[in-house]
């Protein structure tokens, strides 16, 4: 495979600028995670130690390999909701290496709000549970949770992807033959009791760690009948009398210990065999993305440069390199597993999107995992490009992705607008990671142009009542259209939403897509086969 | 497989092949067998038709460092594909318009010395500008569309005076 030749002036203005501008970027990004992981007030962490228990943080640092990578998933989930109250969700989820195992896990965090579920942290849970039933990678729970958080009951409790669909998931896993390991270490209260329940090993705290459906207050509104903690449904209860917990632990550090010593004794996935070399450094620098990666999101940039300073010695096998040159397809090596490249080089065009979808299909054929690097504004408009069928072939992209069977990957590297985001694999496409870098934007179009639209409409509206607007008012409309857009267009929307599993330095990306390979290949890969194509 | 080096001004054409213990290498017409091991850091001992020898070797990207005997050596690997495209020549002279769009920013003029990857003109369309670059070092023959001027797909936008034959 050929290095791809870089045509990146380290030294020029734009370079310099850019990457000034990227490097504070990703100083507050790592800033915000920082918070997000471990600046709680006084007052909660206090609450922890008087409780005996430890922070959600220091649980993990026991469990994990020491010197072993953890992948950390949506850390900066729900930063943009419930006034910036909830880090994280109220959940710590990621992959790492437990015992010599690829597991992920996944941990309430009670110093925040008691580790109470709020339906963000609903769907992080269920999107952790869904990432271990496609990679088939074990679980390890921490569970130290108030249960679901009422005042917002109704936006978390009965619909087919809330609270419910943990406990279909973890049954799911079971059936799959995939373990889960329950490590309860603070309250289990209500649905959140069926997480150990529905777990293959459970081991609980003595003294800190309780299941129960309805806590003590609940049995004493409903039967009159006062009870401890301890006694509804601490350690002894559940170890020896009604078969719920597995294994007693005397502290927490006993009980993490005996959950290692579980997670050691799995077996070991056989991994999907694909295409694998010695794993070779990129020969491009990866710190020049920084410089490369455009301060404005319009400005389009040559997706090569990003590829060289990704894959192994910056080797990259170009497919059809003078056919729909807008997407750029082929092969490279990442850790040295063999991947197919899909990468926007500008709009998508007729020719770019059957080229598109033909490499798709190639890939599938070769066993060959897919990765999507998206810098996309849409496909083409205008009447030439309906007239030669630009949307049955982004129609046709879209099948192709959809009936793709190896693992896919998608990474938002720059802009993610309109039915691009489709063609390129975008969250609802199942790909099995699916990261964004912090500059990113995504939206159905462009801000100013739904500003514009909208506004258009508002006018015009106004206009048959007679009313004629000043440039002020029209300004008005616009204005708070545009704000709420780009607020609503951001990366750290986003990860917000878990519209994606993280955001990424673009530095990590290489190591996070390492690790995501690596867990997609403890699942088999099954025969290709798609609906119908229009042609 | 087949490996180019380049050292000094020297092109070196080996293949290298499978043998029971170690290497074949094939160069010209001669065959030798070669086996390597390593001795730590980047010491290495090096066999060659059953003589032995202790080498330093240090690679860096595409450049291999070797001191072996008393003798310094810098090989410069060659990629076949690289080599035989740089040959291939035939590109077209005129950058076109990859979609319909306007121009937005003119940097260069007729008869500026340009180098490859060089910014010539800024277009915009469907939302994104892109720059139009030097395609190879040469001279600007002509700047086809003006600032502002809107253009189709496959307009010619800038052109390079032709090379010189080789």
Redesign the interface.
């Known amino acids: 495979m050929?290095?791809i030749?870089s045509?990146?002036?380290v030294r020029s203005d734009t370079f310099l600028a850019n990457r000034e501008h990227n490097r504070a970027l990703i100083a507050a990004l790592r800033g915000r995670q920082e918070e997000a992981r471990s600046r709680r007030p006084e007052r909660d962490l206090k609450r922890l130690g008087r409780q005996g228990k430890l922070f959600v943080r220091d649980r993990l640092a026991l469990l994990l390999d020491p010197g072993t990578p953890f992948l950390e998933l949506s850390t900066l989930a729900a930063n943009m909701a419930y006034d910036g109250e909830v880090p994280g969700a109220g959940q710590v989820t990621g992959i790492g290496i437990v015992s010599g195992r690829e597991v992920i896990i996944r941990a309430d965090d009670a110093s925040v709000k008691g580790g109470a579920w709020y339906p963000l942290s609903i769907k992080k849970i269920v999107r952790t549970l869904d990432i271990a039933i496609e990679n088939r990678l074990p679980v390890v729970h921490i569970c130290d949770s108030a249960g679901g958080f009422l005042p917002l009951q109704a936006d978390l409790f009965a619909d087919r992807y809330y609270a419910g669909r943990i406990f279909r998931n973890q049954c799911t896993l079971s059936k799959m033959g995939v373990p889960q390991v329950a490590i309860v270490a603070g309250h289990c209260t209500a649905g959140g009791a069926y997480i150990p329940a529905l777990s293959e090993y459970s081991v609980i705290v003595r003294g800190t760690g309780a299941i129960f459906l309805g806590g003590p207050p609940l049995v004493k509104a409903a039967t009159g009948e006062v009870v401890t903690a301890d006694e509804l449904g601490g350690c002894d209860l559940h170890t020896q009398v009604s078969g719920t917990a597995d294994y007693p632990a005397a502290s927490e550090q006993e009980a993490i210990a005996i959950a290692r010593d579980i997670v050691g004794q799995l077996a070991r996935p056989q991994k999907t065999a694909i295409d694998r070399e010695e794993p070779e450094e990129p020969?491009y620098d990866p710190e020049e993305l920084y410089g490369i990666i455009p301060r404005?999101v319009?400005?389009?940039f040559d997706m090569r440069e990003i590829i060289a300073r990704l894959v192994d010695g910056s080797r990259f096998h170009e497919y059809q390199p003078a056919y729909g040159?807008?997407l750029i397809c082929g092969f490279a090596r990442l850790w040295g597993y063999k991947v197919a490249i899909l990468a926007n080089n500008?709009?998508l065009?007729n020719d770019s999107s059957l080229k598109g979808a033909h490499f798709m299909e190639l890939a599938n054929q070769n066993r060959t995992p897919l990765l999507f690097l998206q810098n996309i504004?849409?496909y083409?408009?205008?009447r030439?490009y309906e007239a030669r069928g630009i949307t049955k072939d982004g129609a046709k992209m879209i099948m192709a992705v959809t009936g793709s069977v190896v693992p896919k990957f998608t990474v938002i590297v720059n802009g993610s607008?309109g039915a691009g985001n489709y063609g390129m694999c975008g969250r609802a496409f199942d790909a099995r990671f699916h990261f964004m870098w912090p500059q990113g934007q995504i939206s159905v179009m462009?801000g100013?142009?739904a500003a514009g639209v909208l506004s258009e409409i508002k006018i015009k509206q106004l206009e048959r009542e007679g009313r004629k607007l000043s440039a002020a008012e029209v300004a008005a409309i616009r204005e708070p259209i545009l704000e709420e857009y780009t607020r609503c267009s951001s990366a750290y929307y986003s990860t917000s939403e878990l519209w994606d599993d993280g955001l990424l330095d673009p530095l990590d990306t290489r190591n996070a897509l390492g690790i995501g390979i690596s867990c997609a290949l403890n699942s088999p890969i099954g025969e290709p086969g798609y609906g119908v194509f229009r042609f | 497989m087949k490996r180019i080096f380049r050292i000094g001004e020297d092109r070196h054409e080996l293949l290298v092949l499978p043998h029971r213990s170690g290497r074949i290498l094939r160069i010209g017409a001669n065959e030798h067998v070669a086996r390597l091991a390593s001795l730590g850091a980047c010491e290495y001992r090096v066999e060659l038709d059953g003589v032995a020898h202790r080498a330093w070797i240090v690679v860096r990207g595409d450049t291999i460092h070797v001191h072996l005997g008393g003798r310094s050596w810098t090989l410069e690997t060659i990629d076949e594909l690289a080599e035989t495209s740089a040959r291939g020549g035939g590109a077209s002279d005129t950058a076109e318009a990859p979609m319909p769009g306007t121009v937005v920013r003119v940097q260069v003029e007729a008869g500026d010395a340009v180098k490859r990857g060089q910014t010539l003109v800024v277009i915009e369309s469907m939302k994104m500008e892109t720059a139009v670059v030097a395609w190879r070092d040469g001279i600007v023959a002509a700047v086809h569309r003006p600032l502002g001027a809107t253009f189709d797909r496959k307009a010619p936008l800038v052109s390079l005076e032709p090379e010189p034959a080789a």
């Open positions: 050929r290095r030749q045509n990146v002036d020969s404005d319009k400005i389009q040159t807008t500008g709009v065009f504004t849409g083409m408009v205008g030439e607008f462009g100013e142009q």
